[in-house]
């Protein structure tokens, strides 16, 4: 398909559905071990510039626990739970190689990073000395109403459809990546 769907905190992602639908887990565990599923995250849904650097760890340790009590296997090598306001303090790319992960996924500092001419991915270096790539990108989208219905008025042609998708969703992440979108 060339995109794939990532799990970026158990307790939100996963309880619900261990809650409320239990039976999909086999189908969610097989879209896992395809690798259409990337399970990138820890147990809550904290922020690096929130919590002591303690209570960061405890999460990565309990939600990499937690999935692959689910998801025995499960290749867990991306973290991807920035997403407010800051990437985190300097000791985040050690904090990740200690715990397991060989990349970073951020979703908000867009605009600030974009201002500053940051590239969407660069290696982010410690105060250690530890590498850790980073890719940041959308946080979100399609949340206003009018383009909803902008959405909701192309989709019956595909092809103005994926156009206006692209140039609304995607574009402006191309302007400073040599990564293809």
Known sequence: TGFKWYMDCFRTELVPVIERRPELIPEIRRFVES??????GGF??????????ESYVRNMAIGR???????????????AESVDVA???PQIPQLLKKGGFRYYRAGRPYQVMEKKGLRHEFIWEGLDGSRVPVW???YGGMIWPEEVAAIQQKLPDWEELV???YEKELAQYTRNTGVDV
Do not use: T
């Open 163 to 165: 156009r206006y998708l």
């Open 87 to 89: 990437l985190g303090h």
């Open 44 to 53: 809550a849904n904290v922020r690096p510039n929130m919590v002591a650097e």
């Open 65 to 79: 626990e937690k999935f692959l009590s689910l998801f025995p296997g499960a290749q867990i090598s991306v973290h």
């Open 136 to 138: 940041w990108g959308e």
């Open 35 to 40: 690798g259409d599923i990337e399970i990138c």
